[in-house]
């Protein structure tokens, strides 16, 4: 018995890693085996609703190479035909249509998500209101965009964003897309520069292993940062995510051993 299932894992884990290879090269190089794996992992939470979307980042591979890979986990029975391919200005990423548009709806009903201004202009960062008007008209857009991709079936090609996005904050929309509770903002018509520059951060990464992957490999699911001066101010946002992520985790046995650390940085400039 124990035999069998080792068996079965290692096939999983190979046929993950077959289509990453086949489907992902960038030039003529392919994804690593590790590299393989990590992504598989990640794949898998996005498939799991552990989070919402994945941002595509493992080589300069193109959104059509990205749905040519889930085309072939999915047609391999490896991840839900309902996972869909979107490009967002040039980027690619992996979105679970219903748990991405049920992470944005809930900017309109709760503060599940805190929104820090970071305008070049400003002393220091601050708290603001996620649905000011320029947030509000992009996450409207955005939730249009969202139920109309769970409307759609196995997608052959990518879902390419229109003209609409070219005005859209990337750096705030990547951080509702992936299920971040902290996302930051500045007025991209005034400056791309924001005043994080010397700020401590306090980072949180939360990781996992894959069951699949006998090496136990972890894997990082989140990784974000909240300055340190307004902790206190988003402590109730960052508990419940954290609480919501640990009750989704203990809803599957697809990946183990959750790890939710914390550790402050400053760095002399912050591209966002």
């Known amino acids: 018995m124990v035999c069998h299932v080792t068996s079965a894992a290692m096939s999983t884990q190979e046929l993950f890693v077959a289509a990453a290879r086949k489907c992902l090269s960038a030039g003529r190089k392919p994804l690593s085996v590790p590299q393989s794996l990590d992504l598989a992992a990640q794949v898998s939470a996005v498939d799991l609703g552990l989070k919402p979307a994945l941002l595509y980042d493992s080589n300069s591979a193109s959104a059509d190479q990205v749905q040519r890979y889930l085309s072939s986990l999915q047609s391999s029975q490896l991840v839900s035909k309902s996972l869909l391919t979107l490009d967002l200005n040039g980027n690619a990423l992996v979105v679970n249509p219903v748990a991405v548009r049920s992470r944005v709806e809930q900017l309109f009903h709760d503060s599940s998500v805190a929104v820090i201004d970071v305008c070049h202009s400003l002393e220091k960062p601050t708290v603001t209101d996620p649905l000011r008007g320029e947030l509000r008209s992009t996450t409207h857009d955005l939730l249009l965009l969202l139920r109309g991709l769970e ?90 995510w954290r609480l919501c992520l640990e009750e ?10 959750l790890t939710v650390c914390q ?10």
């Open 151 to 240: 409307q759609l079936k196995e997608a052959e090609k990518p879902h390419y964003v229109g003209e609409k996005a070219e005005d859209w904050n990337l750096c705030t929309v990547f951080g509702l897309l992936l299920g971040f509770p902290i996302t930051y903002w500045f007025d991209q018509t005034k400056s791309f520069e924001n005043c994080l520059a010397m700020t401590p951060l306090m980072v949180t990464t939360a990781s996992a292993t894959w069951e699949a992957d006998p090496a136990g490999h972890r894997c990082c699911l989140y990784s974000f940062s909240v300055p340190a001066g307004l902790l206190q101010e988003t402590q109730s946002t960052l508990e419940n």
């Open 248 to 257: 989704r985790f203990q809803q599957q046995n697809v990946l183990k051993d």
């Open 263 to 272: 550790c402050t940085v400053t760095l002399p400039s912050v591209c966002l």
